[in-house]
């Protein structure tokens, strides 16, 4: 029996997807090991940034008003009374006429209110005692960072749900933290179904192909910041794909499994959602690829069948799996961020359903995005996937698109994201 | 004693660490544990893609010709008389007013030229035997996936040098890749050296700062590929870093060192370099920050003398080092990636030094891309460079930037990258 199935829109499945969204729980890692980790707290400074008025150059510490009458003729001569490198404080005051060597990063000793940099000064040797001659004058506040100005005790630097690079980590080491909190990632289980599909270490055979899937959607899953547990392929039989997702329903926060989602005789996933009695959130979306992607859920875990198809299979994962993991990550932009980009194309056909054609977005001299689809727009084919770093997004409707278009790109191999979902942003804009 | 130094151009600079650029050597990795690895040699097709005439559909296998008079008054009814389904190969040859039952991904049968969805048809039973109903007619190659159409055997898909991201990775398991040809990372050694510095787990004292750079150059190196090995922190004292440099020098392909590359007294990274023997290739560049930065070279192997002001830090490690890890990596793309953004901040007074300003950029409603500075643009700042996502090119010269410039910019999170040094590139773009 075919099943009559109603395609719903691709805002509406994100939604229903995302009412079951859940927060993950904080976890300690040492500073060495939080690299593309996602912060599991706001990092607030702890305190001020520089801790203290210091200097940025190599210098003397003097004070301006000694420097006023200063020109090249007549050039002001100041002793050197210290020397403080840096890391050192110094214990004299810089008085009238004086002056302190001061090394880049050091603080700046009392009495003096400005630097001077070290390749502006003449110095000079007399009777033991050490002189500068300072040839202009300088003002008050000249060449010192103060205490707070990168950062001000109590600022909030960096929001929970980000993904940790180097700069932030920079100031994750700037405030103490060798133990950085982090967000436990959701374990994700992978599972490809069908009977075609041979292990990729096995010679082709008439009929089947290899299975591409599992690995594409484990390379998503940690791309995406969730951890990847695999369950292997299964042959295109109930009882051997329900037992696997049972077992994977049991160990994984969100289960996902490749093939078995069309309406054909052989697609299994949802008489395996009714034995378990999870609820089908959906089975249809109107789009392309990946039109008969399904997500149930049961005792509040996601459980993905995504289509069999390559490209299918990936745009997905991306559009409905992916702002899951992140929201679990604790972004408050878990959905791919968002472009608008000159098309370089035609698509001069309309097509009810909105498209997701893989793609790569262009700098242009001029300032502008623009966007080319690349390789084969079909949802089984594979060799696009590589290529590709945005989804560019045709929209359902009654016509098609044109060279000179603009139109939405997601960006795929982006950190940053989108706090809403394409549909509801461009609502949101208007 | 000042020594007197003259800044070269930035892409002198980089010319001349790029004339020490080495390739890596491949190392055969699981396909499990390729991720964001960088390909080692070029993928190519080694079978068509797909392997075989396949159906895109759940459906039928028929013959065009048999549906020709086909309408949804008088339906041209075929006997079913095989099912295949997915990995299987029908030992039958679809005839005159026959069909095969087929799964999505299945071989289409001898005889047959096209398929028809099974939403489209309707089935019926009658003597035992099982009939399709179709209403229309269909073309010879309708809903067929041809062999080779995705990718043709010996086709070139991916070049070496390319990180290996999902799509790659689908492509590696579809051609069998069990073990991946992967280039061995170079292991960079860092040490960060400073008498202010305290270690990420110790309270801040007066006149001392957190050591950040170590923990930022760590996550730098990483992001561009390479692989770390850390020397911790030193004191400002030329022979305990003296000996750390060689002792790293000896263990690791490239060495990087942060601070002691003024020209204070307590700068004593060019000792260092005098003693080693190892040729310095520059130490003062036009460009803010970083302009300290120092490169040397002995017997082919690379020593870096960043600044230790953090950003100084980080924009020198961005357009030097990274760009010989990538070239390491096989990537004929090894610089940072390019593009062209509307500026949304005022710079009023000129430089005469190239400015790299940490800042993040912005797609527009319009299709265009817009780039602000974040944060403070000071080379002893920290915070910026948590936001940034790109380096803003300012380039020195005669006059200010203002709002709505075209400016150049250096994406920092992109792994496409750019063939050519931006200098080179505006160069041949004229």
Not at 207 to 234: D, F, H, P, W
Not at 246 to 259: F, H, L, M, R, S
Not at 287 to 300: C, E, F, H
Not at 366 to 372: A, M, R
Request: net charge neutral; proline share 6%.
């Amino acid at each position: 029996m075919v099943e009559r199935r109603s395609p719903i829109k691709v805002g509406e499945a994100v939604r229903r997807v995302m009412e079951w969204k859940q927060l993950g729980e904080i976890e300690y890692v040492d500073i060495d090991a939080c690299d593309r980790r996602f912060l599991g707290k706001p990092l607030v400074a702890d305190h001020d940034v520089p801790p203290f008025d210091r200097s940025p150059y190599d210098g003397f510490a003097v004070r301006s008003e000694d420097t006023a009458d200063a020109t090249s003729d007549s050039p002001v001569f100041l002793e050197v009374i210290d020397e403080i490198g840096a890391g050192q404080v110094s214990p004299f005051r810089v008085g009238k006429m004086e002056a302190i060597r001061i090394m880049t990063g050091a603080a700046i000793p009392e009495g003096a209110d400005c630097v001077v940099m070290l390749e502006l000064v003449h110095e000079e040797k007399k009777d033991g005692k050490t002189f500068i001659a300072i040839k202009r004058p300088f003002q008050k506040h000249d060449n010192i960072s103060f205490k707070g100005e990168d950062a001000k005790k109590g600022q909030p630097l960096i929001e929970e749900g980000i993904q940790i690079n180097p700069g932030v980590k920079a100031l994750l080491a700037t405030f103490g933290y060798a133990k950085v909190p982090v967000v436990k990632p959701p374990v994700v289980g992978v599972l490809a179904t069908g009977s075609e599909l041979l292990n990729v270490d096995e010679e082709l055979v008439p009929g089947k192909i290899r299975n591409s899937n599992l690995y594409m959607i484990a390379s998503q899953i940690e791309r995406a910041g969730g951890k990847v547990k695999t369950y292997g392929q299964c042959a295109d039989d109930v009882d051997s794909v329900l037992n696997a997702v049972k077992t994977a329903y049991k160990e994984c926060d969100i289960v996902i499994t490749t093939g078995g989602v069309s309406v054909g005789d052989f697609d299994y996933l949802p008489e395996i959602y009714r034995q378990m009695k999870a609820e089908v959130l959906f089975n249809k979306i109107a789009m392309r690829p990946g039109s008969v992607t399904t997500a149930a859920v049961l005792n509040g875990k996601m459980l993905f069948g995504l289509s069999g198809n390559p490209s299918a299979c990936y745009v997905g994962f991306e559009l409905y799996v992916r702002p899951l993991i992140r929201y679990w990550l604790h972004s408050s932009k878990p959905y791919l961020r968002q472009g608008k980009a000159f098309l370089q194309s035609e698509f001069p056909k309309a097509n009810p359903f909105s498209r997701f054609v893989r793609s790569r977005v262009f700098y242009g001299e001029d300032g502008k995005l623009h966007v080319k689809p690349v390789g084969l727009d079909k949802s089984n084919v594979v060799t696009s996937l590589a290529w590709s770093d945005c989804l560019m997004v045709l929209p359902g409707g009654t016509r098609g698109f044109g060279s000179g278009d603009l139109v939405d790109v997601l960006f795929l191999e982006d950190n940053t994201g989108s706090e809403s979902w394409w549909e509801e942003s461009k609502r949101s804009s208007k």
